[in-house]
């Protein structure tokens, strides 16, 4: 089964991937760029001469070290953003358009507890940092929303690419015994083309 | 002279103001409230009982220690929303509708330099942590645009306002100074209203 | 299908779930303690009076404020500790006895690439914070590990409960088009036991 | 107009300009050093070998990573440190000699409050992360100050020079709203000379 | 054999003691204050309402979540601050008047390398935080320094105070051992008095 | 007088000396590496290539940015592992063999109070950051214990080192006046073999 694509584009450092509540900028600005000949790395990124930098800048790259970024979702009807994680950015949505079911579910200190809501055009909904959450069009139109992420880079854990599409696979000892499931279906999992939400 | 207003809606915790990259939540959620009876406070916020909290927390209240707020600006046709900082958080805008002429200054050691542009609609445009900025509908039909902001309460400095309509008026000598103006025009500005952008 | 029990015991603040990296502390300890009476709760937790500190304190309750915590997990012959996040902390588990298969998946963006290994006794492995993981013991005798977790709170999520067992239960829609698995055996699941981990 | 230079010495990262709470050190000393061959750089600055610092680069360069810098402040009889911001730092101002008056405002959800003193000699004032802060020296000999601020590169926003000193100009229509004042004020304030406090 | 008596004064939170890179703050001030009701205490100070906050506040409990303090430091000729760290914060020293001399030790991982200097009037030293440092009156007149140190509570620990005046005293075993002295020794400087830079 | 010798062995970044509160790692992995070409250095470490990173770098250099360690740490019977402090980790540790005194002393402000306790097997304890603690196994068979601690790079000051090991030597006018002992004894003591235990 799959479920209809939504278009997910990151309005920020495009070109990274992966966040936190992130250390302080120690300067004005960092515009991020690429080391290519050290060949060595920084956490976050290297940035470029001040002196070079432009307003263009300040659409992507110069997100470097500002922790936070911006998402702009895109809802087909039916589509679901499914249940995935920021390993290191709360998310904060804002609907624009359309009619959307969210939720997260808390650790399982709290007992795995879901909080969901439909909220209302122009209304906000937060997903709490590292938390599994989804967002699922339940509407007969096209949605919209923009989401902050505190984080340059917060990174994106989808729950079922992680588990059922790691490379190599996960071991099916390991699948069968976590997720009470035969290892002919598991298997069959492991075989299936998951959407991928990059 | 005046500008014609915005309408500036915070898209969270709609009871408090300002903030930076803020300390980390130590449990999943920490749902804002008052302790009304100590009559002492806390660096942000104290948290209702964990028990206690449902989902519509998470429009508002429930961003607390949650490091990200969401804000929508809706500008009119010439309307400004005038040079102000957030001391304690990164702005990301994203431009919904019309056309807005945004900016921002760095430091004196940048050479107080000006990034400014007219992103198209869809783009976004980052305002660093602490230094002075400022949208301004430049189009002939209404903008609006939303804005994450690194922290649960970013704290807004209106320029004009902390300058000319400070509690109790910053002393002449200090401002006739400061920006080389006779006192009588200090004295004339200091007696305008300004603009509650709260 | 069930998977044969670990014994997980967390060394540390007992009463309490879990962190990441931490606020610093602003004195030499803060003992964690409730506030029964005032009803209202702080990001972390309340510190007892200095002055009444013991040295029992240092075995849990002293952790408040220090960042970090230590478990213990004993593995029974083929059991697991399943695919789990750790949302707020990273954990560096060392092998004491036995034989166990550890790994660890990145993120999305890192093409949820799998890293796994079989430690030799008393070597160490790292699982980053945020990023599913787990353990499987593949001897056929008992083995044991301690693991320090970079939070005094690290919190658990178990992804097989957070998915299948939270309360309310997630919306058939959403795990159906998430996990391409028939509504028949979402509600299969749903209605399973899941371990409990906490 | 203009009034009496102040001589501000920077008794810090003399190269250098800007700040936060800055992230922390990973080792003992991090002495700043300029990458002259990569034409990239990084969040702070790199290191030299930890094995060629000296005594004396403790006086400057020695500062890198430590989350710290002081400056000393001389003021000539009735000069001003005009209104401007460390959008990174707090500063703790110590009066040595002298007397000035002193004073900061609130942001614009306190109402834009202005505190203000005029501390003994000995005495110590705060400025707060962020907010808009003047010293002037009221008294007819002259005074100094040593400040402390809580990060190696405070950075520094003189209100009057970002405004109306911005390379580029910032536009009059931003500049006529923002300030209730004319064009020609405008015009004239830009073309004046702004001392340079950097 | 006693050291001639500095005067050490905290020009800072007076009634608190210790420190580090502290959280930021969630608003723009917090000025300290004790909860005498409720018998519990917070990582940090609770803060009393913003709105009874005054200018005197400023010059000590206003300190509070601002991340930074300052200390005055008079030498009697002669006169020793004796080796001690902060283990929370860095330290910046600015000589005002006098000679004095002033070191700090590396961690052991950079071989106890010892770092000093005679630095001349007007000039400053740092001491990286949480490393051993001294400062010793080496004229013959008295001297004057102010210290910035990068938190509100910077803790001091005396070396000679925390191993030979612990409360209650550390085994004789595990100090003879640990600084190769005759137990006869150690009893004796466990019975002198060490003096309190508190 | 000697003490027996402990075995210390790091369990984590083997090649690296020390550490604090981590700065927030940007990335899900940054595998430390060494930039031998370029001749400078970074807060922290390279990184390698991510694409070329292994499972056994999980063991050792992958903890870089993680903000955690492990030490393993084994007594021969009345050995000592003498007073220290981590300045920039608070530590967590577990007693798997034998009997161990340990024990940490509090700051100045907090009256120098010894906290000590023989923990059972299994127990933890907890030196918290920036402390003067201790271990000494006062048992007559081996001990064994595993320590967490809160940094990728804790770093080690044995105050005894620090003290009568520096290189060059602390001035004996400070460490008579400091240690309240006669010159003699101060160069008998530096004269001295200190047991390495970095």
Chains 1, 2, 3, 4, 5, 6 share one sequence.
Request: charged fraction near 15%; include cysteine; proline fraction near 6%.
């Amino acid at each position: 089964m799959k479920f209809l694509p939504i278009s997910f584009l990151i309005l920020a450092l495009a070109t990274a991937t992966a966040l936190a509540y992130d250390p302080s900028p120690l300067q004005d600005i960092c515009v991020a760029t690429d080391d290519l000949e050290s060949g060595v790395f920084v956490n976050g990124k290297f940035c470029k001469d001040l002196k070079q930098a432009t307003a263009d800048d300040f659409q992507f790259l110069g997100l470097n070290t500002l922790g936070i970024s911006m998402a702009r979702i895109d809802f087909a009807p039916g589509s679901l953003n499914p249940p995935h994680t920021h390993p290191r950015g709360t998310e904060v949505l804002v609907v624009v358009e359309g009619t959307i079911l969210v939720g997260f579910v808390t650790s399982d200190q709290l007992n795995n507890t879901l909080f969901t809501k439909v909220p209302y055009k122009g209304d906000v909904f937060v997903f709490p940092i590292g938390l599994i959450h989804f967002q699922l069009n339940i509407g007969n139109t096209y949605a919209l929303a923009f989401s902050g992420l505190s984080s340059q880079n917060p990174r994106l854990i989808t729950i079922a690419n992680a588990v059922f599409e790691a490379k190599a696979p996960i071991s099916a000892d390991v699948l069968t015994k976590a997720f009470q499931l035969d290892k002919k279906v598991v298997d069959y999992l492991e075989a299936q083309f998951w959407y991928d939400n990059n």
